[in-house]
């Protein structure tokens, strides 16, 4: 069964203060991961699709990379609007078994 | 250009009624995905429709079921609801089935 493993559950942050999120992940068939934030209450919102192992995204202070069997969104800098709930997908499967297997997020909080 | 919309944003419903949730996918989107997020599970996976069928389907009893109309909305239909399906029930749509996924606000479901 595919799965998807973030760590850590909850990370809090001074301003300017930046780290990693990592995700980790067990699939058959990786066609691509993507990237998400989601703010309390709302919907998760797209930031970054990555397909193949090497490859990096960049928006603004954050940047998503990719390996074989794990993922990190990395925040530089960040600031305190940054604050919420970054999660991890994994698209994986073909035909009538495809779908998209969310990890259970990491929570962030970045304190001014 | 619209995103993905979802109705009604909140509901109350008594344990064994039934509810209706919809969702209107970005224009020009064909797959539609449902998903619902328990407090604490992170989003599980319910249904995935696409060009009007039922793709593929999470493990969730048989009372969870939607369809999917000729203009691409869809709807999902739970029965004989329990306090356990108290959620934010997530639609999501995507141009083909394996790009990225644009989620809705959501539909929050209290079940008393």
């Known amino acids: 069964e595919d799965q998807v493993t973030q760590s850590p559950e909850a990370l809090r942050l001074q301003e300017g203060e930046s780290s990693s999120l990592n995700c980790s992940y067990t699939?058959?068939?990786?066609?691509?991961l993507f990237w998400y934030r989601q703010d309390p209450g709302k919907g998760p919102e797209f930031l970054f699709t990555?397909?193949?192992a090497g490859e990096e995204k960049e928006k603004e202070r954050l940047k998503a990379t990719l390996t074989k069997k794990e993922s990190f969104l990395h925040i530089t800098a960040p600031k305190p609007e940054d604050s919420a709930t970054y999660l991890c997908?994994?698209?994986?499967?073909?035909?009538?078994?495809?779908?998209?297997?969310f990890g259970k997020g990491t929570l962030l909080t970045v304190n001014p | 250009e619209a995103g993905v919309t979802q109705s009604p944003t909140h509901l109350i419903k008594t344990r064994g009624q039934q509810v209706t949730l919809r969702c209107s996918p970005i224009?020009?989107?064909?797959?539609v995905y449902w998903y619902q997020q328990a407090l604490g599970l992170g989003l599980q996976f319910l249904l995935w429709?696409?060009?009007?069928?039922?793709?593929n389907r999470g493990n969730f009893p048989p009372r969870f079921s939607g369809r999917q109309f000729p203009n691409y909305s869809s709807e999902l239909n739970v029965n004989a609801l329990e306090l356990e399906d108290s959620a934010l029930y997530l639609c999501?749509?995507?141009?083909?089935?394996?790009?990225?996924?644009?989620f809705g606000q959501g539909t929050r479901l209290t079940v008393v």
């Open positions: 999501a749509s995507s141009l083909f089935t394996y790009t990225e996924a644009f």
């Open positions: 699939v058959s068939g990786l066609r691509g």
């Open positions: 990555l397909y193949s």
């Open positions: 997908a994994v698209q994986a499967g073909g035909g009538s078994n495809y779908k998209l297997t």
């Open positions: 224009s020009g989107h064909t797959s």
């Open positions: 429709y696409d060009e009007g069928e039922e793709r």
